[in-house]
């Protein structure tokens, strides 16, 4: 089986990872390894020790702190030195996201600053605006924010009713319309707003804070993240210049989609980063916990939490890490071979991998509240108590599974994505199913050659799936576009192939590089393969009874339920393995 280039969106669905090509958190740089020291000592230094004044949603404070993270450069990252930014490497952008993760609510300030309100105007605003607002926005002298919800439209966002026409002497926008859920919006200073042209023209514009017929709502009171601010926005004749147009006229929903791709991949790694504190803080505390004349950390149930906390974020972690290499090398490419500018060669990385983007989101946001979970019952009744830290973690965790696109939109945009390559032969199935699962692994995945099978096994299971969709739809997955409950389940399988291979990529490099985690790398990754196996086994079941309930091909059903049987593999074994290895390390992550 080939393996594929890692430029190529979805691509880990036609072959095999090139593993010496995988980006992992071992080859970061000196110089993001550094960054990430910085982001943990401001952390450590401003954000916990006031915690419980930034619950209370003091603004000011919120506000001061954002505004520290302009001052260290934090915010400018992704910004061109000619709009006063560092313009630094797009893996370095997404260092600050994991860190920052300890901060609680802090976090989806500073990613809305850094990210959704931001981005709009770095990769669609004019040179005018961007010269006007960048600067000021990078340093964070200009808190940003981005309204694209509405109370009847959120997963529908392109349903938004906001509207803004053109006045009378046409030097102005006028809208009109209210907004809601909006980060940021107690004291952000400039919004991307979404709003509809002539009913029809989706469209972003730029508005400033002190604009008259402009309101902001009263604070919302909020099961978690409760140091982030969160309104409503109401637009009442509205009037802002002509020229604050973000893109074009009707534009408005390829800039939504693109810059929700990358909230979507940042999210993923903010909130691998809250599942290492999850796991750090259960281990910690399961040590000094007793219990029938032993630490908690001893018994069985709790090292078995434990081993499938550090698997799952093992297995998340590299994938994270994988994705964000394919877009900043698909930046490259672009940049290179169509001598593009880098703000449209970001563009199009982030649609050509929207796939992976999705994907991490649901991942990451649900290995979060599976660690999350646990850290609660490990615990016990203390977890239940805003004394200890996993109270306000477990809070702040919720709300991940459904911002940036629930994960339901996102399972949808998974599936749907793929058939729809599929159907117009970017992603070529025939090609692919040529080749037997398992075919000419020998010896280049060393000792976990049977998971590279597992991996192989499971990719022609969905490969089988995608081809009868497309047949039984025309050619472009129209016709089962609808069975949300298929493209659920297809979405599920496309993401412990993506997850597992990368997991397994990364022990497989850092075996080559005679690195001193290896034996835990490997471990992870079995514990990993052995916890997906499962549910791609139930999925792909249950997904070709649907699609051969009216006399389908009963053959090809078959064989990929039976290339979906789950290994037999001692599991509870390779637990009591990882588990040791996380307990001795007292929850620490691994450093990279």
């Given at each position: 089986m080939a393996t594929v280039t890692t430029n190529r969106g979805a691509g880990f669905l036609l072959g095999r990872l090139d593993v010496e090509q995988q980006m992992t958190p071992e080859k970061l740089t000196a110089e993001q390894r550094m960054l990430r020291d910085t982001v943990r000592k401001f952390v450590d230094a401003e954000i916990l020790p006031r915690m419980d004044e930034l619950e209370t949603l003091d603004i000011g404070l919120a506000r001061e702190l954002l505004q520290k993270t302009g001052e260290l450069g934090l915010c400018m990252i992704d910004v061109p030195e000619e709009y006063e930014g560092l313009g630094l490497d797009f893996v370095s952008s997404i260092q600050g996201s994991e860190i920052l993760s300890l901060g609680g609510g802090f976090l989806t300030a500073f990613s809305v600053q850094t990210g959704i309100g931001l981005m709009p105007m770095l990769y669609?605003?004019?040179?005018?605006?961007?010269?006007k607002f960048l600067p000021g926005m990078a340093s964070v002298e200009l808190v940003s924010a981005y309204a694209l919800t509405e109370a009847g439209s959120g997963s529908d966002a392109l349903g938004a009713k906001t509207t803004a026409d053109l006045s009378e002497d046409g030097e102005s926008w006028v809208l009109n319309g209210t907004k809601q859920f909006i980060t940021n919006g107690g004291f952000a200073d400039v919004f991307t707003v979404f709003a509809q042209v002539d009913g029809r023209q989706f469209t972003a514009f730029l508005v400033e804070r002190d604009t008259p017929g402009f309101t902001v709502g009263p604070e919302e009171h909020k099961l978690g993240i409760k140091s982030s601010s969160t309104?409503?926005?109401?637009?009442?004749?509205?009037?802002?210049?002509?020229?604050?147009?973000i893109g074009e006229v009707g534009q408005?929903?390829?800039?939504?989609?693109?810059?929700?791709?990358?909230?979507?991949?940042?999210?993923?790694?903010?909130?691998?980063?809250?599942?290492?504190?999850?796991?750090?803080v259960?281990?910690?505390?399961?040590?000094?916990?007793?219990?029938?004349?032993?630490?908690?950390?001893?018994?069985?149930?709790?090292?078995?939490?434990?081993?499938?906390?550090?698997?799952?974020?093992?297995?998340g972690e590299s994938s994270m890490l994988r994705t964000s290499g394919n877009v900043q090398e698909a930046m490259h490419a672009g940049d290179e071979a169509g001598g593009a500018s880098a703000n449209s060669a970001m563009r199009t990385a982030l649609r050509e991998f929207n796939v992976e983007c999705a994907l991490e989101k649901v991942h990451g946001s649900e290995v979060q509240a599976y660690c999350?979970?646990?850290?609660?019952?490990?615990?016990?009744?203390?977890?239940?108590?805003e004394e200890y830290k996993v109270a306000r973690t477990y809070r702040d965790a919720r709300i991940s599974r459904i911002y940036e696109g629930?994960?339901?939109?996102?399972?949808?945009?998974?599936?749907?994505?793929?058939?729809?390559?599929?159907?117009?032969?970017?992603?070529?199935?025939?090609?692919?199913?040529?080749?037997?699962?398992?075919?000419?692994?020998?010896?280049?995945?060393?000792?976990?050659?049977?998971?590279?099978?597992?991996?192989?096994r499971t990719r022609a299971v969905a490969r089988g799936i995608i081809k009868m969709i497309v047949e039984q739809s025309g050619g472009e997955g129209a016709k089962r576009g609808g069975d949300q409950e298929l493209l659920q389940r297809l979405a599920d399988i496309i993401i412990a192939i993506y997850a597992l291979e990368s997991a397994m990529g990364r022990a497989v490099q850092a075996r080559r590089a005679g690195d001193t985690n290896a034996d835990e790398f490997e471990a992870m990754t079995r514990v990993y393969a052995a916890g997906v196996a499962p549910g791609v086994r139930r999925n792909a079941r249950e997904t070709v009874a649907l699609l051969t309930a009216d006399g389908a091909d009963e053959a090809a059903a078959s064989e990929i339920a039976a290339l979906a049987e789950p290994p037999a593999v001692n599991a509870i074994a390779l637990r009591r393995v990882v588990a040791e290895a996380i307990i001795e390390r007292e929850g620490r992550w691994f450093d990279c």
């Amino acid at each position: 089986m080939a393996t594929v280039t890692t430029n190529r969106g979805a691509g880990f669905l036609l072959g095999r990872l090139d593993v010496e090509q995988q980006m992992t958190p071992e080859k970061l740089t000196a110089e993001q390894r550094m960054l990430r020291d910085t982001v943990r000592k401001f952390v450590d230094a401003e954000i916990l020790p006031r915690m419980d004044e930034l619950e209370t949603l003091d603004i000011g404070l919120a506000r001061e702190l954002l505004q520290k993270t302009g001052e260290l450069g934090l915010c400018m990252i992704d910004v061109p030195e000619e709009y006063e930014g560092l313009g630094l490497d797009f893996v370095s952008s997404i260092q600050g996201s994991e860190i920052l993760s300890l901060g609680g609510g802090f976090l989806t300030a500073f990613s809305v600053q850094t990210g959704i309100g931001l981005m709009p105007m770095l990769y669609f605003g004019s040179d005018e605006l961007k010269r006007k607002f960048l600067p000021g926005m990078a340093s964070v002298e200009l808190v940003s924010a981005y309204a694209l919800t509405e109370a009847g439209s959120g997963s529908d966002a392109l349903g938004a009713k906001t509207t803004a026409d053109l006045s009378e002497d046409g030097e102005s926008w006028v809208l009109n319309g209210t907004k809601q859920f909006i980060t940021n919006g107690g004291f952000a200073d400039v919004f991307t707003v979404f709003a509809q042209v002539d009913g029809r023209q989706f469209t972003a514009f730029l508005v400033e804070r002190d604009t008259p017929g402009f309101t902001v709502g009263p604070e919302e009171h909020k099961l978690g993240i409760k140091s982030s601010s969160t309104t409503s926005l109401s637009f009442e004749d509205c009037r802002i210049p002509k020229g604050n147009i973000i893109g074009e006229v009707g534009q408005g929903g390829k800039i939504a989609v693109n810059v929700l791709n990358l909230g979507r991949l940042k999210l993923g790694i903010s909130a691998i980063g809250s599942a290492k504190e999850a796991l750090e803080v259960s281990v910690r505390y399961a040590l000094e916990r007793k219990q029938f004349g032993r630490a908690i950390a001893e018994f069985g149930m709790i090292r078995e939490k434990i081993a499938e906390m550090a698997s799952r974020i093992y297995a998340g972690e590299s994938s994270m890490l994988r994705t964000s290499g394919n877009v900043q090398e698909a930046m490259h490419a672009g940049d290179e071979a169509g001598g593009a500018s880098a703000n449209s060669a970001m563009r199009t990385a982030l649609r050509e991998f929207n796939v992976e983007c999705a994907l991490e989101k649901v991942h990451g946001s649900e290995v979060q509240a599976y660690c999350v979970d646990e850290a609660i019952q490990i615990h016990g009744g203390y977890g239940f108590i805003e004394e200890y830290k996993v109270a306000r973690t477990y809070r702040d965790a919720r709300i991940s599974r459904i911002y940036e696109g629930t994960n339901e939109i996102n399972r949808m945009q998974i599936a749907g994505d793929v058939l729809k390559r599929a159907g117009k032969g970017a992603l070529d199935m025939d090609a692919a199913l040529s080749e037997a699962p398992g075919s000419e692994i020998s010896d280049q995945f060393g000792a976990l050659c049977d998971i590279a099978e597992q991996v192989d096994r499971t990719r022609a299971v969905a490969r089988g799936i995608i081809k009868m969709i497309v047949e039984q739809s025309g050619g472009e997955g129209a016709k089962r576009g609808g069975d949300q409950e298929l493209l659920q389940r297809l979405a599920d399988i496309i993401i412990a192939i993506y997850a597992l291979e990368s997991a397994m990529g990364r022990a497989v490099q850092a075996r080559r590089a005679g690195d001193t985690n290896a034996d835990e790398f490997e471990a992870m990754t079995r514990v990993y393969a052995a916890g997906v196996a499962p549910g791609v086994r139930r999925n792909a079941r249950e997904t070709v009874a649907l699609l051969t309930a009216d006399g389908a091909d009963e053959a090809a059903a078959s064989e990929i339920a039976a290339l979906a049987e789950p290994p037999a593999v001692n599991a509870i074994a390779l637990r009591r393995v990882v588990a040791e290895a996380i307990i001795e390390r007292e929850g620490r992550w691994f450093d990279c």
